[in-house]
C-alpha cells in the first residue's frame, strides 16, 4: 500500500510560483511529522519544511519567507506553497510522514521534480 505521493511538479521560471501536494494515507496523517526535503543533483537530501502534529511550523532557512507548508486534514494532504523561486531551487522534492522524534524516519514518496528555469 503506497502511503505517502506527491504531485505539483514541473518547469517553472525564476521568480515564478508552485504548490506542491501531498496525499498521505489516513492511517497515519494525523500521528505524523510531516515534511518536505529536496535533493539537488549531486547534493544530498535536505530539509525544507515540517508540520508537527501540534501544527507547529519549521523552515530551512534557505526558504523562510518564500515558502509555506500547510495541511488540509480533511483531504489528508500536506502542501508546500514556493514563491519567488530561484534556479537554486532546482530538485527533487520529496514528502515524508516522519514518526515524531525519529529522523529520519516513516514513509516517503517518490519524489516530484521541480525545474526553476528560464
Known amino acids: 500500500q503506497v502511503e505517502v505521493v506527491e504531485s505539483g511538479g514541473g518547469l517553472v521560471q525564476p521568480g515564478g510560483s508552485l504548490r506542491l501536494s501531498c496525499k498521505v494515507s489516513?492511517?497515519?496523517?494525523?500521528?505524523?511529522?510531516l515534511n518536505w526535503y529536496r535533493q539537488a543533483p549531486g547534493k544530498e537530501r535536505e530539509l525544507v519544511a515540517s508540520?508537527?502534529?501540534?501544527?507547529?511550523?519549521n523552515y530551512a532557512d534557505f526558504v523562510k519567507d518564500r515558502f509555506t507548508i500547510s495541511r488540509d486534514n480533511y483531504r489528508n494532504t500536506v502542501y508546500l506553497q514556493m514563491n519567488s523561486l530561484k534556479p537554486e531551487d532546482t530538485a527533487v522534492y520529496y514528502c515524508?510522514?516522519?514518526?515524531?522524534?525519529?529522523?529520519?524516519?516513516?514513509?516517503w514518496g517518490q519524489g516530484t521534480l521541480v525545474t526553476v528555469s528560464s
Open positions: 515524508n510522514a516522519e514518526v515524531p522524534g525519529y529522523r529520519p524516519s516513516g514513509e
Open positions: 489516513r492511517r497515519i496523517f494525523s500521528v505524523r511529522t
Open positions: 508540520m508537527s502534529t501540534r501544527g507547529t511550523k
